[in-house]
């Protein structure tokens, strides 16, 4: 079983903003794969389901952004997760183009504050995660504002293509190929 978690920040003002890519990228596989994702445990929407034959956790933490870590720690103490293997944590990054994703299987926060919390409250970075490119903040913009600010006409049509090579990367990871994913979805995109 995995646990694929996205982030971002519950209520109606934040949706669709850079910042909930990570909530986005769950309704897209909640979508394409029939899981309804509304149980509301562990300071999270969950749903549970089968992606292509694997059982999964679907995961929208509702403790806001830079507390994500709560609810990931709840979802996999309760699972009994192995959050170094069966878990795949999904969000922002202002560091990649509109749109472009990174795997990674470990590493740093990078001055996330979901991640900078998840890694607190796991007690270590070894998990699996997939960043989503929404470029980088343009000159004077303040950050917080850049990252939940809406996604332009243009950048939605870029992040849907994404979303859907976030589907393949996640098929990749779940069959236990995360260097297969990286392989082929670290690229950049044109």
Do not use: W
Not at 46 to 67: A, D, E, F, S
Not at 143 to 159: I, N, P, Q
Request: aromatic share 6%.
């Amino acid at each position: 079983m995995y646990i694929i978690a996205g982030l971002g920040n519950p209520t109606r003002e934040y949706e669709n903003t850079r910042h909930n890519i990570g909530f986005m990228a769950i309704d897209a596989l909640a979508d394409k794969y029939g899981i309804a994702v509304n149980d509301c445990k562990h300071k999270a929407l969950l749903g549970k389901g089968i992606i292509n034959g694997t059982k999964v956790i679907l995961v929208k933490p509702l403790t806001y952004m830079n507390l994500s870590g709560e609810a990931i720690r709840a979802v996999v103490d309760y699972y009994k997760a192995d959050e170094e293997s069966e878990l795949i944590v999904i969000y922002d990054d202002i560091n990649l183009d509109v749109g472009q994703l990174r795997i990674r299987k470990k590493g740093s926060a990078g001055g996330h504050n979901g991640i900078k919390n998840i890694i607190t409250n796991l007690g270590h970075d070894n998990f699996n995660r997939i960043k989503i490119g929404v470029g980088a903040k343009p000159k004077g913009y303040d950050l917080a504002d850049y990252v939940l600010g809406r996604f332009s006409d243009e950048e939605l049509k870029v992040m849907s293509e994404s979303l859907e090579r976030v589907d393949a990367a996640v098929n990749l990871m779940i069959q236990d190929k995360v260097d297969a994913a990286m392989n082929e979805y670290n690229k950049k995109i044109m």
